[in-house]
């Protein structure tokens, strides 16, 4: 690679390259979870949904297809607004019951993945034909660019992704959501609940590996945007729950002794056994939803699970 070609992708993803020198320069190495999902990741994430271990989508589809379209009806929000949409799958339901009580629908997905969400968009204009589809490509973690929007809006953040952030981090999450919301506007939560730490461990550790391969995706990102040379195959899939924190933890660990070598960031030497952080998932209850919502500038306003209470939807308005 020549020197000109690594100055030129270090200014274009200048942004990515600080945010990967940070996170490996720490302690405890880490890289953020945004990472995974080129369209590889995207895709391999829509596989790990679909698997019998990871419980959290079909429990949260099956809330949706009954507690959230109702939600809909009582609310008709003319434009449905999705954080990290992916391919939008559970997010039909609620679009279905939208188009039943407003004429015109609206909707804005929101993703890092560019491609993806072209993808998803085109399959919704087939699916629902009256309704406007604007894809936003965006990072979550920054203010929300939206476009002129038709009101009463809902803001709808599943798949209880609120957990891959801290507390610090998803309140302050929930304040960007809080200052473009107005006051008919209302915000869907997913929050996967606390429960057996053996169940929420066979989510991330599936038998067939995908959650694995997703993973170690990341590095794949890493090697191919900002040309770094990680070996893939060196590195392993470990997921555990710390029990204190109440959230799994998800890391590559280094199989050997290693030096990796990231154009404009530097380098970087890994001890055997030595682990990469690349999510957290927070699990919730009733309280502490509560008080981050409190934290956002939100206040609870409905809360439905499942009858085992293994997940949540969560219905926020603007706090008074």
């Not at 690679?1 to 274009?12: G, N, P, Q, Y």
């Not at 599943?158 to 473009?180: C, K, M, Q, W, Y």
């Not at 509560?290 to 939807?313: C, I, K, M, P």
Request: glycine share 6%; proline share 5%.
């Amino acid at each position: 690679m020549t020197e000109l070609a690594i100055s030129h992708r270090a200014v274009e993803n200048g942004p990515m390259l600080a945010e990967v020198r940070a996170g490996l320069s720490r302690a405890q190495k880490e890289l953020p979870p945004k990472y995974f999902y080129d369209q590889r990741g995207s895709e391999l994430f829509d596989e790990i949904t679909r698997l019998p271990e990871y419980y959290p989508t079909r429990t949260e589809r099956a809330l949706l297809a009954t507690r959230g379209r109702e939600i809909v009806r009582e609310l008709a929000p003319v434009s449905i607004v999705e954080l990290g949409a992916g391919n939008a799958d559970k997010t039909r339901l609620l679009l279905a019951a939208q188009s039943e009580v407003v004429a015109h629908p609206a909707y804005v997905p929101i993703d890092v993945s560019a491609r993806f969400l072209a993808t998803s968009a085109e399959r919704l204009r087939e699916e629902f034909p009256t309704l406007r589809v604007v894809p936003v490509v965006g990072d979550i973690e920054d203010e929300l660019h939206l476009p002129l929007l038709r009101r009463p809006v809902m803001f709808a953040f599943l798949g209880s992704t609120i957990g891959n952030f801290d507390h610090p981090e998803a309140a302050a999450l929930l304040r960007r959501v809080r200052r473009v919301m107005l006051g008919g506007d209302r915000l869907l939560l997913g929050a996967d609940l606390r429960k057996d730490p053996r169940v929420i461990e066979a989510a991330y550790n599936d038998a067939l590996g995908v959650t694995a391969e997703f993973n170690r995706n990341m590095l794949r990102v890493l090697n191919r945007e900002l040309g770094a040379n990680f070996d893939v195959e060196m590195f392993a899939h470990r997921a555990f729950y710390d029990r204190e924190l109440g959230r799994i933890e998800m890391h590559l660990v280094s199989d050997t002794v290693q030096r990796v070598r990231i154009p404009g960031a530097g380098t970087f030497d890994f001890a055997r056994g030595e682990t990469v952080r690349t999510e957290i998932s927070c699990k919730y209850d009733r309280a502490t939803i509560q008080r981050l919502l409190q934290a956002g500038g939100l206040a609870l306003e409905r809360w439905d699970t499942d009858a085992a209470s293994t997940y949540a939807l969560v219905l926020a308005r603007i706090a008074s």
